[in-house]
Nanobody, 127 residues
Framework: QARLVESGGGSVQAGGSLRLSCAAN????????VAWFRQTPGKEREGLAA????????YYANSVKGRFTISEDIANNTVYLQMNSLKPEDTAMYYC????????????????????WGQGTQVTVSS
């Protein structure tokens, strides 16, 4: 049974917004780290944002800081990624990932930190 399921991807024009959802069963109560990554063909997965669930601790990559916001809805076991001011270079497959324990400094954007991954949702931004 999948523990992480992403949704909310789609096509949008540059400057637009999308909100991605990650149904993260078993990970949103507290003491876990949930993150969003993205990947384009031929490139490494890039960590974008991470949240220590049940806390206010959030972390962002410089490439998305000020444009993307990670949040959680504990009641619905969901972690969101609100993406504003989208650019064509934001086009990618977006994944959520989760691990037990709070997000650790220097590790929250490393793929190997996470044992659970979703199947991904495609985001396409046109110019």
């Amino acid at each position: 049974q999948a523990r992480l399921v992403e949704s909310g991807g789609g096509s949008v024009q540059a400057g637009g917004s999308l909100r991605l959802s990650c149904a993260a069963n078993g990970y949103t109560d507290s003491n876990d780290c949930v993150a969003w990554f993205r990947q384009t063909p031929g490139k490494e997965r890039e960590g974008l944002a991470a949240i220590s669930t049940g806390t206010t601790s959030k972390y962002y990559a410089n490439s998305v800081k000020g444009r993307f916001t990670i949040s959680e809805d504990i009641a619905n076991n969901t972690v969101y990624l609100q993406m504003n001011s989208l650019k064509p270079e934001d086009t990618a497959m977006y994944y959520c990932a989760a691990a037990g324990g709070y997000c650790s400094a220097l590790l929250y954007f490393r793929q190997g930190t996470y044992g659970d991954w979703g199947q991904g949702t495609q985001v396409t931004v046109s110019s």
